[in-house]
């Protein structure tokens, strides 16, 4: 069975930095590509960056290009999301979700990590 | 960008009656080499994470009942619950994966009249 488990999430100030983590398990990890999608309090689910199965292509919203970076370590089957100069609009809960194809639909996603962004 | 647009925002339904959610993209999601639509449908119960429910507009995803089925072509989809039960209640969201960035629409609550 497919498993995703974020961590990370913390409150920090504007302006702050952060990395987010995501431990997969039950899948051969590096055969797919990944996601984070976040989800504002009350708000619907906004993508935010996918990665390559092997890591050398990055995509980014442009709400977050320049400040994030999406990465992976697929030797530790985990994903990363660097987040730089925070902004309090980037508060949310964050998903890493599974990629089916290199370019498809989110079949697995985890239970989130929440992100505060706040002085 | 290709914008989602669900509508209606929110619906009440009685049990065991149908609903109904309409999605519809600002370009074409369908894919004329291989006649796909890329179109996905999730279910997000209060509380909960995401669960991908339609693929391909049409296709439903192992262990989803099928009550919940997929239907439209090009910029124009529909998601349809046959008979609501109670534990149907959640928001509803369509994504295009035609195009990057991949979208979503702004959801659709669903509720028991």
């Known amino acids: 069975e497919v498993h995703l488990l974020e961590s990370g999430g913390v409150l920090v100030q504007p302006g702050g930095s952060l990395r987010l983590s995501c431990a997969a398990s039950?899948?051969?990890?590096?055969?797919?590509?990944m996601s984070w999608v976040r989800q504002a309090p009350g708000k619907g689910l906004e993508w935010v960056s996918s990665i390559t199965d092997s890591g050398i292509y990055t995509y980014y919203a442009d709400s977050v290009k320049g400040r994030f970076t999406i990465s992976r370590d697929n030797s530790k089957n985990t994903l990363y999301l660097q987040m730089n100069s925070l902004r309090a609009e980037d508060t949310a809960i964050y998903y890493c979700a599974k990629v089916t194809g290199p370019r498809g639909w989110f079949d697995y996603w985890g239970q989130g990590t929440l992100v505060t962004v706040s002085s | 960008d290709i914008v989602m647009t669900q509508s209606p925002d929110s619906l009440a339904v009685s049990l065991g009656e149908r609903a109904t959610i309409n999605c519809k993209s600002s370009q074409s999601v369908l894919y004329s080499s291989n006649n796909k639509n890329y179109l996905a449908w999730y279910q997000q119960k209060p509380g909960q994470s995401p669960r991908l429910l339609i693929y391909?507009?049409?296709t439903r995803e192992s262990g989803v009942p099928d009550r919940f089925s997929g239907s439209g072509s090009g910029t124009d989809f529909t998601l349809t619950i046959s008979s609501l039960q109670a534990e149907d209640v959640a928001v509803y969201y369509c994504q295009q994966y035609h195009t990057t960035p991949p979208a979503f629409g702004q959801g659709t609550k669903v509720e028991i009249k």
């Open positions: 039950g899948l051969t990890f590096s055969s797919y590509a």
């Open positions: 391909w507009a049409s």
